[in-house]
């Protein structure tokens, strides 16, 4: 059995989360890109804001591959990535704890700036308040690591989960027309809200950049702290899994064998449910509050599942394809994420938005696959030949001289 090393001992850098970071970042935008073209809601489902030809088998076939899964394999990523950055801080003589909130204030600021100036779906924000979270659980071992936080996963999900069925079931008999009277209209009112809510964003959407930052801080100025504070009970404990998973070697000692095991238990126990859903919430022609309810809690169980499956099937695969030209493009495009992850909204606010080429919804929904391929060229291209020159993705840098300033030489006359 592989030792892993001892929460003290620096690790150097590890290429394989880099090469994940890769995959996961390129993922990301396979989902995102409903958010880039159409209103938030679009993102739900594909009747959001209308249907379209074609358009179900590419929401079918993301739903299955990408949706939540990728989400949360950057997020274990990330919470890894803060025992590496402790790791260095120590390294330079830097307080970690310090360093790290350094580094999660200044993310804050880049995911508030990310929401107000360019796309209402940030993350980092919330990356950034459930960063100083995982913060306190730094110094635990691993395996308290784990106890602590997929239980907690597990559970918050699992009530949320369960408290959205009787809304599914009330839909249902209101679709059936076997419903009351007080639940047509309660239907009816969600219906209501969702008219509202496409209103709203597309207006933003349609508006030029002054104008859609000011729409957006006008309506929902704090909406990067209401969505830190609904997705938390995720968001916390899969930084947790992820800093334990480190730590634990998985990303750097586990046997071929191992990783084998992980990858097929995870990705086979989360397929599963994720076909059946799928297949329902199909034969029911995407119902809005069952869609809801999917996406935000009922699948995040085969989310983590299928994201920890993902995680050991790309380990396993990173030695045989490390040294080849898309292996390479994968792990600079990972060392390169925060870049490319607000490279990839301006990419697509360009493409898409009022202050762009204006595409939006108009634009059929099934041709954005080919936008997906587009941002995925654009994120592989670039990075090897920057990292070349400069060592480090701009942002990155940035952000890495602001969270750990580099040491001061010492005095050249001092001894």
Known sequence: MAQHPPPNRPIARIEALDFLRGVAVLGILAINVTGFWGPSLATFSPTIPHSSPGSEWWFALSFVLFEGKMRALFTLLFGASMVLFAQAAERQDA?????????????????????????????????????????????????????????????????????????????QAVLAGTAPAAEVAQQAAMMGRIADSLTQDTAILNAGFV????????????????????????????????????????????????????????????????LLAVQWLMAHQWPPRAMFAAIEHGMALPHLLMSIGYAA????????????????????????????????????????????????PELPRQW??????????????????????????????????????????????RR
């Open 95 to 171: 307080d970690p704890d310090m360093a790290q909130v350094r580094r999660l204030l200044w993310l804050m600021l880049f995911g508030y700036l990310h929401f107000a100036l360019l796309w209402w779906g940030d993350i980092l924000f919330a990356y950034a308040l459930c960063g100083l979270g995982a913060l306190v659980f730094r110094q635990l071992s691993p395996l308290q690591l784990l106890g602590i936080a997929l239980p907690f996963y597990a559970l918050s999900q699992g009530v949320e989960a369960l408290l959205d069925l009787p809304g599914i079931l009330t839909e």
């Open 211 to 274: 104008e859609a930052i000011r729409l957006k801080l006008g309506q929902s100025a704090l909406q990067p702290l209401t969505t830190t504070l609904s997705t938390f009970t995720e968001t916390l404990p899969l930084m947790m899994t992820g800093m334990a998973l480190l730590r634990l070697g998985m990303f750097s000692g586990w046997s071929q064998k191992r990783l084998a095991l992980i990858a097929a238990f995870g990705i086979g126990l989360g397929l599963l449910p994720t």
């Open 313 to 360: 099937g790309l380990v396993m695969l990173f030695p045989r394809l490390r040294t080849t030209a898309f292996g390479l493009c994968l792990t600079a495009a990972g060392r390169c994420a925060f870049t490319n992850y607000i490279g990839t909204t301006v990419l697509m606010g360009a493409i898409f938005s009022g202050w762009g080429l204006g595409l939006g």
């Open 368 to 413: 954005l696959p080919a936008f997906v391929m587009l941002g995925w060229i654009a994120m592989l291209v670039w990075p090897r030949w920057w990292l070349a020159r400069f060592g480090q993705g701009p942002l990155e840098a940035l952000w890495r001289r602001l969270a750990l300033p580099r040491p001061k030489s010492p005095h050249p006359n």
